[in-house]
């Protein structure tokens, strides 16, 4: 049996795109290897039907980090036996690329985002144009890539003339779990519940804001649940203002578990603020999560968010970012009964179309001409 080798530089716990393509590559006969790392703080894995491996390092972030992952990487890659390598993401091209060269294998890259447009190397050039010169090292040597959406996938092609396939990451159909009991996670039976959900929670995704709007909300309880760099100012906030009734959080938790919350919610929320392309062309994975639970979307208006949630009429949009706007915007989705159950009605159809389901048939497709 062929093997393929996954690599990426999370934990593996709760990356679901990845583990769909290791399910996708499986379904097309293949052995799967899937690699990450372990932190210390990294919960159990779960029981997956397929292999992996969590490498431990001596850092945890930095550049030291960086480096010692993907020297790592690159030594586990050399010494192990594959057919095909995945690379996801740009921190782990690079060894992905001298290996797919060493050993005469194909190499297919997944980018889940515009990596070198993220805020967090936006505002460090030089760490910037490190991860830029990886890119324009190695992708202009690739025939193909894929991508999460149209818009990143249209910049790819201009910048260096590749062909990119768009795979969103939708959730699969047959994943979604009972829903939890109010009571068992300790949500208020009497509040309307909002939800914020995702891994990478961090700063200028809307989620300061949408706090502060507590403070307008009474009868409401946002629920926040993943992980990200804002948290800790997030948790401060709360604690500062004595809103523990009105916010509670969660810590990442496996996604059967989280979608079992998720379903609870009366509006789901995607407030990323357009400050970089990275965020004015992302397509969260939330977006999606949400429409399976069948849970209304209040979204800020950017490109490929607005023409989901426009196209099939499933939620509402905030016009800015103040707190009594967001406040007033809840307030007035919530109280127009008509237009939720309208909303509500059309995920139904939306949840059908986009799903991993459908979406994998093109996966397949270059996993049978390439491999």
């Known amino acids: ?30 052995e ?35 480096a010692e992952f993907n020297f790592r990487l690159f030594l586990f890659l050399l010494f192990h036996r594959c057919n095909c390598l995945l690379s996801n993401d740009l921190d782990t091209l690079l060894p992905n690329f001298w290996i797919s060269k ?10 889940h985002e515009y990596f070198t447009e993220v805020p967090e190397l936006v505002n460090r050039p030089r760490v910037q144009k490190v991860w830029k010169r990886i890119e324009g090292y190695v992708l202009p ?13 249209d910049l790819f092609h201009e910048k260096y003339g590749i062909k990119v396939h ?21 949500l208020d039976p009497k509040k309307h519940i909002l939800v914020l959900q995702g891994s990478g929670i961090n700063i200028h995704r809307g989620s300061e804001e949408l706090v502060d709007a507590m403070e307008y909300l009474p009868d409401c309880q946002l629920v926040i649940i993943g992980g990200g760099d804002v948290l800790p100012i997030l948790k401060e906030k709360v604690a500062a203002n004595h809103w523990d009734d009105r ?18 919610a009366a509006l ?36 490929e968010i607005e023409r989901i949630i426009t196209h099939y009429n499933i939620g509402t949009f905030i016009e800015n970012h103040e707190p009594m706007t967001i406040a007033d915007t809840i307030k007035n989705a919530l109280n127009d009964e008509k237009k939720l159950a309208e909303w509500k009605n059309n995920l139904i159809f939306a949840a059908q179309e986009l799903c991993w389901e459908n979406e994998e048939a093109v996966l397949l497709k270059i996993y049978e001409k390439y491999v």
């Open 1 to 30: 049996m062929k093997r393929v080798i996954v690599s990426v530089i999370n934990d593996l716990v709760t990356d679901q795109r990845v583990n769909k393509s290791c399910l996708t590559l499986q379904k097309a006969g293949f």
């Open 32 to 66: 799967v290897l899937l690699v990450g790392r372990k932190q210390r703080k990294s919960p159990p894995m779960d029981e997956r039907p397929y292999q992996s491996h969590r490498m431990k390092l001596l850092f945890e972030k930095g550049p030291l980090f960086y």
């Open 102 to 111: 060493l050993k005469g294998v194909k190499l297919i890259y997944d980018s």
């Open 141 to 153: 040597k690739m025939q193909e890539m894929i991508t999460v959406c149209q818009s990143i996938a």
């Open 166 to 186: 768009v795979i969103r990451n939708i959730p699969m159909r047959k994943m979604l779990p009972a829903p939890a009991s109010r009571e068992e996670v300790g």
């Open 247 to 264: 916010v509670k959080f969660f810590p990442r938790m496996p996604y059967q578990k989280m979608m079992a919350i998720t379903q609870l």
């Open 268 to 303: 789901g929320f995607t407030l990323d603020k357009d400050t970089n392309l990275n965020y004015r062309f992302s397509l969260p994975n939330k977006l999606f999560d949400y429409i399976q639970a069948n849970v209304p979307i209040i979204a800020s208006r950017l490109t």
